[in-house]
């Protein structure tokens, strides 16, 4: 009954490829997030999506791509990896309408080692 | 632009005894949202305690309360009968009214001596 879930848990990969992360929330929001959490444990938004739509795209390398298939799915693809997108990344969601005092739900990270 | 700064990057208490970690938060809203989330090495990010900004009384979970000073834009968390388990990164998050993102501290690290 896992509220959200992110796949691959680890990921392990060489510069230059190509590579994406997959997460589904079962909770019924409309509302998912990306966030990157760097070596000092910072916590940074990437993107985030209402009922498929974009709503938030931060200053994020055109490299990474979010696509929404349907509010329940929030995947991240990366073209190009280089060195430094070395990090743990986080999905997240929460519901619109009561989005005020919403906390946000996160999945458990996905560690992506860029060698 | 809202910034949210925790000014201890590592914390140490006693178990069984009180320590509080500090936040401050900088925004020309008047309707926003507090959160303090926990980091365990798991990786897990777990919703601690939040606080509405209209609300003057101080919320409360269990264990975990908050010192809430609007006017000094000031957002601490109290820890009450520390446990080993409370071990954890601990970041102070910020989010308007309107909704949106949430906005993080750089976290404190809190160790818990037994």
């Known amino acids: 009954d896992t509220a959200v879930s992110q796949t691959p848990k680890y990921l392990v990969t060489q510069m230059g490829n190509d590579k994406s992360i997959k997460c589904e929330q079962n909770?019924?929001?409309?509302?998912m997030y990306w966030y990157k959490q760097d070596s000092k444990k910072f916590l940074k938004i990437m993107f985030s999506?209402?009922?498929?739509?974009?709503?938030i795209n931060e200053t994020v390398p055109n490299r990474f791509s979010p696509k929404s298939p349907d509010k329940a799915h929030l995947n991240l693809h990366i073209n190009s990896l280089e060195l430094g997108d070395s990090a743990v990344y986080f999905c997240?969601?929460?519901?619109?309408?009561?989005?005020?005092?919403?906390?946000?739900?996160f999945g458990n990270g996905t560690r992506l080692t860029v060698t | 632009a809202q910034t949210v700064t925790q000014s201890q990057p590592e914390m140490s208490v006693q178990e069984a005894e009180t320590v509080t970690l500090s936040c401050t938060y900088d925004t020309s809203e008047s309707d926003y949202y507090l959160f303090w989330y926990k980091q365990p090495p798991s990786r897990q990010m777990i919703l601690v305690i939040r606080q509405e900004a209209y609300k003057q009384q101080n919320a409360t979970e269990n264990r975990f309360s908050v010192n809430f000073q609007k006017a000094a834009k000031s957002f601490s968390l109290k820890i009450s009968d520390s446990q080993l388990g409370d071990a954890a990164m601990y970041f102070c998050a910020y989010r308007r009214g309107q909704g949106g993102k949430l906005i993080f501290g750089q976290g404190t690290e809190l160790s818990v001596k037994p």
């Open positions: 999506y209402n009922n498929k739509e974009l709503i």
């Open positions: 909770l019924g929001h409309d509302t």
């Open positions: 997240a969601s929460s519901p619109f309408r009561d989005r005020r005092n919403s906390p946000l739900h």
